[in-house]
Structure formats: structure tokens, C-alpha cells
């Protein structure tokens, strides 16, 4: 148990529809990163969040969107969702930034029909 | 980032040493050598992480050669449950481009009864 948190564990939807995952950092961890894994793409770094303030975006769609509350806890918002958005979504954590060590959570697995 | 190169898949037997080498030629003189694992969907679980020296912690060994150019992880006493997909990540300490861990495609490890 790595101590990240991500809510809920699976989610069926349909395309056109919009969905928000959740995620717990372990605690103090102030990092929170998300990342997609999908079958042909494998993982993918998607966006970090530091302290409230987004600090790196990878290939984050712009249908997608992020934010990390004060209690530091992130949600990840997917907006007019497609076939391809069908993938496992993981929230990772660090204490802080640079090379610390990002932690795991068991992902999200999202299917859109 | 450097680019790294694993062998696509291995196998080992049951109680024995399991050696998943990794090469990165490109590798820079601040970038550091991250290895994670995943077993089947669940989230990459951290092993073990190096910049120059050999390390050891109670999962694994990381031996790196001295021109830093590849490195091996070391499972000693490799058990069914190692069987996972194994990434080597290189990264640098701190980055402008925030501190993402880029995922290549891994060494499938299959540990033999």
C-alpha cells in the first residue's frame, strides 16, 4: 500500500458524458501527479500539481482538466469523453519536487461506451 | 530526459537471480536512475533509485557501471509474485519541465515455477 488514495475504482460512462476522479496524496506528500495508460499508448504523464499551483503539463487534452485543493487532495475532470479516453488513470504523489520518489495509487480504470 | 533501452521480455526461475539490465547511453551527469515496477494493472510500484553508486535496499540492488551508461537491477531471490513489468526511468533531479517520470515500454519478467 503506497498510501495515494484514488476514488473510485472503476467507472463506466458513455461517450459525451463527463467524469471526475479523485485523489488522495500520501500524507505531507505536497506533489500530486496525474498519468494515463492506455493499450497503445502506455503510460503517459499528464499533469503535476505542487502546493495548490499547477507546476508541468504534459499531453493533457484540453477537454481534461485538473486542480488540487488546499486540503491538498486533486481531482482530474474528463469533459465530452470518446472511446479513446477508455484507459487506466493513476495519481502518483512526492513530498515535494525534483527527484523525489512519486508514489502510486491502484488508478482509476475508466471504460467509455 | 535520456532515453533508455530494455530487452522487451525475460524470464527467470523461481528462487533464483533475476538481472533486467537497462542501457542510457545519453545519460547526463545530474540525471538519475529510476527503476518501478508493475504487476499486472495495479500502479507502478517504486523499487529503487541511483545516481552513481550502487545501491541496495530490501527489494532490490541497483548496480551501475561506472560510465553510467546502463545499470542492472538485481531481484536476488526472484518469487512468482516478481512478475511484473520492470522500467528503468532516467530523470534529472530538478527540471523545468517539472519532475515527470517518462515511461518507456519495460521488460516483461515472467518467473518460472
Known amino acids: 500500500d503506497s498510501g495515494v488514495t484514488q476514488t473510485p475504482k472503476h467507472l463506466i460512462t458513455a461517450t459525451g458524458q463527463r467524469v471526475t476522479l479523485r485523489c488522495s496524496p500520501r500524507?505531507?506528500?505536497?506533489?500530486v501527479y496525474w498519468y494515463q495508460q492506455s493499450l497503445d499508448q502506455g503510460l503517459q504523464f499528464l499533469i503535476q500539481y505542487y502546493n495548490g499551483e499547477e507546476r508541468a503539463k504534459g499531453n493533457i487534452l484540453e477537454r481534461f482538466s485538473a486542480q488540487q485543493f488546499p486540503d491538498l487532495h486533486s481531482e482530474l475532470n474528463l469533459s465530452s469523453l470518446e472511446l479513446g479516453d477508455s484507459a487506466l488513470y493513476f495519481c502518483?504523489?512526492?513530498?515535494?519536487?525534483?527527484?523525489?520518489?512519486?508514489?502510486f495509487g491502484p488508478g482509476t480504470r475508466l471504460l467509455v461506451l | 530526459d535520456a532515453k533508455t533501452t530494455q530487452p522487451t521480455s525475460m524470464d527467470c526461475a523461481e528462487g533464483r537471480a533475476a538481472n533486467l539490465p537497462c542501457n542510457h547511453s545519453?545519460?547526463?551527469?545530474?540525471?538519475?536512475v529510476y527503476w518501478y515496477r508493475q504487476i499486472h494493472s495495479q500502479g507502478p510500484q517504486y523499487i529503487i533509485h541511483g545516481l552513481k553508486n550502487n545501491e541496495t535496499n530490501e527489494m532490490a540492488s541497483l548496480i551501475i557501471t561506472e560510465d553510467r551508461k546502463s545499470s542492472t537491477l538485481i531481484l536476488p531471490h526472484a518469487t512468482l509474485r516478481d512478475t511484473a513489468v520492470y522500467y528503468c526511468?532516467?530523470?534529472?533531479?530538478?527540471?523545468?519541465?517539472?519532475?515527470?517520470?517518462?515511461f518507456g515500454t519495460g521488460t516483461r519478467l515472467a518467473v518460472r515455477p
Open positions: 545519453t545519460i547526463s551527469g545530474n540525471e538519475y
Open positions: 526511468i532516467v530523470r534529472v533531479g530538478r527540471g523545468s519541465s517539472g519532475d515527470k517520470l517518462t
Open positions: 500524507s505531507g506528500d505536497l506533489s
Open positions: 502518483a504523489s512526492s513530498v515535494g519536487t525534483g527527484k523525489e520518489t512519486q508514489y
